[in-house]
Structures are given as structure tokens and as C-alpha cells.
């Protein structure tokens, strides 16, 4: 059992809509929770990062937490074609040297 | 630096070469990971190191893959005698902290192809 699952997608959503990425973890020592973001040949990027339970809001972002679950997720309202990537779940870990990462979900937003 | 910088960017190697690969994190930043990325796939954790100490190379797949940041700056990932299987993106993140509730920033990374 991998540490970070993801649904490998791809998700295509029409320009506008709301795009909902989900994420699980297995070790719930897990502390902190992240978003990446990773265009095609390019570098993961930071969207968001949460560390307690609920929800965080960043313009058009909101990252989800359910510690009880073991359960993250990100919300991309109004999608733009321009979100179209692979999006990264990462997790940290009590010992704080690792953070895994998910396999991540490929967003096609469509025009 | 303004962020973290990684070269070369592509390497080709026939197999059996000894490849090194360069990360210069952002200055200051205490943290220096090292993660390998292959196509479709997730970054997988290396290696880490607090300034110049290596606390976790866990995930170094093999004794031909080494890695040192020997003066807490620069970081260089050292592959001796490449195999096919090597062929992916290395990524050298780092983090101003010591790692915990602390973000990454990644470097554009180091494509190998091994052939």
C-alpha cells in the first residue's frame, strides 16, 4: 500500500465548472498536508498547504482536511483552461524528514 | 540564489557511465532534498540532508546512487555505473527549515536518460 493515493484521472472538467481533486493517506502520523501543481515537463509547484482539520481558502483553491478519514482534497472553482496539470497530494510525516507524494491526478479543463 | 537551481538539466548516458547531478539550493535554506521522478509517476523521496548532515537516505535505491552536500550548500547526486532503470527526473528540493510544517520548493530538475 502505497503511502499517498490518488486517482490518476485524467479529470476533465468544462471551462467554469469546479474541479474536485481527492487524495488518501494510510499513516495517521501524517501532520501536514500539500498541494502541488506540475505542468508537463516543468517543476512541482506550491498551491496549498493545510495542517488542521477543515477547510483552507486561497482565492480560487480550497484544500480539505478529515484527519478521521484520512482524507484530503482540493477544490478549483471557476476552472481555467490554464489549470490544465498533473496536481501532486504530498503528505508529511511525524519525523518530519519525508514528505510522500501521491502519483497525482491529471486536470484537463476544457475550453 | 532566487530559487533553487539544478544542472544540467539533461544528461544522456550510455549505461555502465558515472553521471553527477547538481542542485544549489536557495540561500539560507537549511533543508536539501533529493527525489527522483519517473514518467507518470510521483517524486520519491532520496535522500535529505540538514545543512551538511545526511539524516535520511532511506530511499537511495542502491549502493551505486551517493549523495553529499559537504559545506550545507550545495548539493551533488552521484550515479555510478547507470542502469536503464535510472532513466528519470531528479528533483533537489529545499526548505528554509528544518523539515516539519515547511514547504518545498523544487528545482526544474535533471532529466537522465540512460540508454
Known amino acids: 500500500q502505497k503511502e499517498v493515493e490518488q486517482n490518476s484521472g485524467p479529470l476533465s472538467v468544462p471551462e467554469g465548472a469546479i474541479a474536485s481533486l481527492n487524495c488518501t493517506y494510510s499513516?495517521?502520523?501524517?501532520?501536514?498536508f500539500f498541494w502541488y501543481r506540475q505542468y508537463s515537463g516543468k517543476s512541482p509547484e506550491l498551491i496549498m498547504s493545510?495542517?488542521?482539520?477543515g477547510d483552507k481558502e486561497d482565492g480560487r483553491f480550497t484544500a480539505q482536511l478529515n484527519k478521521a478519514s484520512q482524507y484530503v482534497s482540493l477544490l478549483i472553482r471557476d476552472s481555467q483552461p490554464s489549470d490544465s496539470a498533473t496536481y501532486l497530494c504530498?503528505?508529511?510525516?511525524?519525523?518530519?524528514?519525508?514528505?510522500?507524494f501521491g502519483s497525482g491526478t491529471k486536470l484537463n479543463v476544457k475550453p | 540564489g532566487a530559487g533553487v537551481s539544478q544542472s544540467p538539466r539533461y544528461k544522456v548516458a550510455k549505461r555502465g557511465q558515472d553521471v553527477a547531478l547538481r542542485c544549489d539550493p536557495i540561500?539560507?535554506?537549511?533543508?536539501l532534498f533529493w527525489y527522483q521522478q519517473a514518467l507518470g509517476q510521483g517524486p520519491e523521496f532520496l535522500t535529505y540532508?540538514?545543512?551538511?548532515?545526511?539524516?535520511?537516505k532511506s530511499g537511495l535505491p542502491s549502493d551505486r546512487f551517493f549523495a553529499e552536500r559537504p559545506e550545507g550548500s550545495v548539493s551533488t547526486l552521484k550515479i555510478q555505473r547507470t542502469q536503464k532503470e535510472d532513466s528519470a527526473v531528479y528533483l533537489c528540493?529545499?526548505?528554509?527549515?528544518?523539515?516539519?510544517?515547511?514547504?518545498?520548493?523544487f528545482g526544474a530538475g535533471s532529466r537522465l536518460t540512460v540508454l
Open positions: 528540493a529545499s526548505s528554509l527549515k528544518r523539515a516539519g510544517a515547511n514547504v518545498l520548493t
Open positions: 493545510i495542517y488542521s482539520n
Open positions: 499513516d495517521r502520523g501524517s501532520q501536514s
Open positions: 540561500s539560507g535554506h537549511v533543508s
Open positions: 504530498a503528505v508529511n510525516l511525524y519525523n518530519f524528514n519525508k514528505f510522500y
Open positions: 540532508f540538514q545543512n551538511e548532515a545526511q539524516l535520511d
